[in-house]
């Protein structure tokens, strides 16, 4: 065996980590471990300055191990092993050290202590470094084509993108037209678009020979990994069987319909939604109108601002005021939320038309009479009578969450606690599912307006791009691996698996699929028999960190 050359490299983050931490005594301290053969700090180790640190390290010391101290492997250890990768490092003899959300940032008020800890998190390092084995990635085949769930202008904008580049697209919309929300919708904002000019947009999709369009259809299973997914879906009541490589999420939103709030009853009291419907169809008559925000949202059952209620409803106050100037539209607000220049000049400017803007509390909401609005004015200390002949409320939009439930089951992601499901990392990987070859978009994910939804899908088309263009993708090396002479197929292991990855092969014998394995350990952890090892995560290289923390280090 080699002899192990270990390189420690420590960050500062700026001041996240070295405001709290003596990174020069931890430096020093490295020094002293085993096999450790060179140590460095960096101001900010996922920099050029710093990545091109680590290269030199490696180049100018034979480092044959590489250790980053700094903060989460989540967001950057990908970027690292790639570094390592690239000297001829094997990208998983790279360690990563959290001494940045493990450490400052939870002892921030304790820097003699942080630092102990920072110290001892690297002696942990340094022990299971030594141990590490080298493993290769693999190879699997892909399929160029994509499925999309969910016909919206968030599907429809990801299918133009793929399609037009050659690739084969498949999208399945359970309604029985293409559309989505944006069917309800008037006129759109920024610059008052009829959505039907946007909707234009279906009329491609319907004749493009790349796309394929299942309505009146969902989805009744999913299997495989990432390039080799397994679809059925129902339509007209038979059962449709297709393969493709990368799956696009975008089954939308719902507007919630505010059942007994504020009297409504979809005649007088109304949504924005039902409004917006009034205009397409050209019957509004009304010329003294309240809109109600905030209406089902931003309380205890729905906490969250649904981000474009605001904008709606100036939006479609404006449309009003510009067809009858002397009509009188008052909009009843919380606040109001405008995001960017932009919306604020939207905002000042539907001011200027004569749209009133008042405030009401949370405490004590406003009142729906059969003729009138009464609410309490906070400045005037007072109750104020608005007579109205339409009320109109500002709702969140909602998930189908029974849909979204039985869907993220199906495709092993998760939801929050409102049924919106969940980006692998809100900056980092925003349309990214944790498992591979999924993908998200739209409001599916949370609250968004029709040009962030169209973005969002163009952002899930490059990211399927990556994938469907090459003949085959590269998958994880750590992943679970089962010894046959333990194991005794009491398949324990087949219950615990989140992500179906064990099962039998033709003689009998329980094995992992590695391609759907993430390595999490569950299946480790619960097997009778110790039979199954996490390849990176081994039980010797687990004791060795036990086993250096428990080591007696004092800050002298």
């Known amino acids: 065996m080699d002899e192990i050359r270990l390189g420690v490299f420590i960050c500062h983050c700026g001041t996240n980590i070295a405001g709290f931490i003596d990174v020069a005594s931890v430096e020093e301290y490295a020094k002293t471990l085993p096999n450790v053969v060179f140590t460095q700090r960096n101001l900010y180790t996922c920099s050029e300055t710093g990545l091109l640190a680590i290269k030199n390290g490696i180049k100018d010391n034979n480092l044959n191990r590489v250790i980053v101290a700094a903060c989460t492997p989540r967001t950057h250890e990908p970027l690292f092993r790639g570094i390592c990768n690239e000297m001829g490092v094997n990208p998983y003899f790279f360690e990563f050290v959290n001494i940045r959300e ?37 190879q699997i085949d892909v399929e160029p084509s994509t499925l999309i769930i969910g016909g919206g202008i968030t599907g429809m904008s990801a299918a133009t993108v793929l399609a037009n580049q050659g690739y084969h697209v498949i999208i399945v919309e359970k309604d029985t037209e293409l559309g989505g929300q944006l069917r309800y919708h008037y006129l759109l904002y920024p610059g008052d678009m009829e959505s039907e000019k946007l909707l234009s947009i279906r009329e491609e999709i319907l004749t493009n020979p790349n796309i394929e369009v299942h309505t009146s259809s969902t989805i009744k299973n999913i299997d495989g990994y ?188 998760p939801l929050d606690e409102f049924g919106f499901f969940l980006e692998a990392h809100v900056k980092l990987r925003p349309v990214d599912f944790s498992n591979d070859g999924i993908f998200v978009a739209g409001t599916c994910k949370w609250p968004a307006n029709v040009p962030e939804s169209i973005s969002q899908g163009y952002a899930a088309a490059s990211r399927v791009t990556r994938i469907i263009s090459k003949d085959s993708f590269t998958v994880e090396g750590a992943t679970a691996w089962i010894d046959q002479e333990k194991c005794i197929g009491c398949e324990v292991c087949f219950k615990k698996c989140g992500y179906k990855a064990i099962t039998r092969d033709e003689e009998d014998h329980v094995i992992v699929r590695t391609v759907l394995c993430k390595g999490c350990g569950v299946c480790s952890t619960t097997c009778p028999q110790h039979a199954i090892v996490i390849k990176h995560y081994t039980d010797d290289q687990v004791d060795s960190q036990i086993s250096a923390l428990l080591e007696v280090d004092l800050i002298e």
Request: proline fraction near 3%; glycine fraction near 4%; charged fraction near 30%.
């Open 102 to 138: 493990q450490c400052s940032w939870v002892h921030q008020k304790n820097k003699k202590k942080a630092t102990l800890k920072a110290r001892d998190l690297i002696r942990m390092g340094v022990a299971r470094a030594a141990l590490l084995q080298p493993l290769e990635k693999f």
């Open 226 to 413: 990432i390039g080799n997914f397994d679809i059925t879906i129902l339509k007209d009541k038979k059962e449709l069987k297709f393969g493709v490589g990368t799956i696009i999420v975008a089954t939308g939103t719902d507007v919630l319909k505010p059942e007994g709030l504020f009297n409504y009853d979809g005649k007088r009291v109304i949504t924005q939604k039902e409004l917006e419907l009034i205009f397409k169809n050209n019957h509004f008559n009304y010329k003294k109108i309240v809109m109600i925000q905030c209406v089902g949202s931003r309380n205890k059952e729905r906490p969250y601002c649904s981000s474009i209620c605001c904008m709606t409803a100036m939006k479609n106050a404006r449309i009003i005021k510009k067809e009858n100037p002397d009509a009188e539209v008052v909009i009843l607000n919380r606040d109001i939320y405008t995001s960017g220049t932009y919306q604020e000049t939207f905002y000042r400017e539907a001011r200027e038309m004569g749209i009133i803007f008042t405030r009401y509390t949370e405490s004590n909401p406003p009142k729906v009479t059969k003729d009138s609005v009464i609410y309490y004015n906070e400045s005037l200390k007072d109750d104020i009578e608005i007579k109205c002949d339409l009320v109109v409320l500002s709702t969140p939009l909602v998930t189908y969450h029974e849909e979204s439930e039985k869907l993220s089951k199906m495709l092993k992601v």
